[in-house]
């Protein structure tokens, strides 16, 4: 794969990780990012026997889409530790089956709404966001331990300036990483390109599709994103690379655009 290592996501019209597993194999592709807001990929309802059959029949491996509703800094320390804990039974199941990447995004938590602006609490209450964030770093700095097993924070939303501060306090740390979200990096996120720029070595994983006014998850070679660009970014960091389609065909569609493509990174 010369240096880029080819997956796809958990796709809505197919029910079970068996069904995907049959059109990653057919596809060519290395590896399926288990997409943990759908309720049957749950981590309790994830039985680590069957994914290493999956596995091994398959010749795959997996990464993980953490629950997108996780947020490690939330004030009540209840629902903080509640999500810690959750996130602690993923890395555990990394370990197990030797799953490189955890893919998360950071919450910009609530905002309390003035007349003229929004204040998000993160920012008002900013020493207590860290300090949530410095025990959630801690726990999984012990968890992922002497493994390979990499937590990548995602620019889905955009990183704001509270968020980079608490991406910086988590980078401090080798079990963290970054995700580029091709299509979000697009809309232009205001900070977000410097923010990469800055920590280039760390990233890790990304997310790949096309986008055009508008529109996302369209097939590589059909948006305005600099599909090749990305693609020669990923070899020379050697990152894990999500063709971030959301159905078979348009999936299909990005790996013969690959298989076209006259990158040193083509499939």
């Not at 010749?59 to 004030?75: R, Y």
């Not at 988590?170 to 923010?195: M, P, R, V, W, Y």
Request: aromatic share 8%; glycine share 6%; with cysteine.
């Amino acid at each position: 794969m010369n240096g880029i290592r080819y997956g796809m996501p958990t796709l809505i019209e197919y029910n079970t990780l068996e069904e995907c597993a049959r059109l990653c194999q057919k596809l060519g592709l290395s590896f399926i990012e288990i997409n943990m807001n759908f309720p049957q990929y749950q981590i309790d309802r994830l039985n680590p026997a069957e994914l290493r059959r999956i596995m091994e029949e398959y010749n795959l491996f997996f990464t993980l889409h953490l629950d997108e509703n996780l947020n490690v800094c939330d004030f009540n320390e209840r629902i903080a530790a509640a999500h810690r804990e959750n996130i602690l039974d993923c890395i555990r199941l990394a370990r197990e089956l030797e799953i490189p990447v955890l893919n998360m995004q950071m919450s910009n938590g609530v905002y309390y709404a003035l007349p003229d602006r929004k204040i998000f609490l993160f920012e008002q209450y900013k020493a207590s966001f860290l300090h949530q964030l410095l025990l959630f770093r801690d726990v999984c700095e012990e968890a992922i331990g002497d493994s390979d097993v990499t937590l990548c924070v995602e620019n889905a939303q955009g990183f704001s300036p509270i968020i980079q501060s608490g991406i910086d306090l988590l980078l401090e740390d080798g079990g963290f990483g970054l995700t580029l979200d091709t299509g979000s990096h697009h809309i232009g996120h205001a900070g977000d390109q410097q923010f990469f720029n800055r920590h280039v070595n760390q990233l890790r994983h990304i997310h790949l599709h096309d986008a055009a006014e508008g529109k996302m998850f369209l097939p590589l070679g059909e948006g305005e994103i600099p599909v090749q660009k990305l693609l020669s970014l990923a070899k020379d960091y050697h990152l894990n690379c999500v063709l971030e389609n959301k159905t078979a065909e348009t999936l299909e569609k990005s790996v013969q655009f690959l298989r076209r493509s006259k990158s040193p990174a083509a499939l």
